[in-house]
């Protein structure tokens, strides 16, 4: 019964279902300007976490962080 329920907990613990970045080499030639973009937003998504991290923002004010984060950096679509 243990084993189950921290075989359970250690599968919803594990970041399997993360989005990985884009990679534009390996998207057809009509889609790739899209997954060029796709790939910039993911990184400055992921910049603007690791920002968070550094600056430890608390969870519940971390969703306004990362909003004003995306709006306040260069490259905005």
């Known amino acids: 019964m243990i084993f189950r ?3 359970f907990s250690l599968l919803l613990a594990m970041p399997a ?3 990985r970045l884009v990679d534009p080499s390996k998207v057809a030639p009509e889609h790739r300007e ?3 973009k796709r790939r910039a937003e993911q990184l400055r ?3 603007c976490a690791k920002k968070a991290d550094t600056e430890k923002v608390l969870p ?3 969703t306004a ?3 004003h984060c995306l709006e ?3 490259g905005k679509q």
Do not use: G, S
Request: hydrophobic share 55%; no cysteine; net charge negative.
């Open 5 to 7: 329920i921290l075989a």
């Open 17 to 19: 279902l993360a989005q």
């Open 34 to 36: 899209a997954a060029e």
């Open 45 to 47: 998504q992921m910049d």
């Open 60 to 62: 519940r004010d971390r």
């Open 65 to 67: 962080f990362l909003i």
């Open 72 to 74: 306040a950096e260069p």
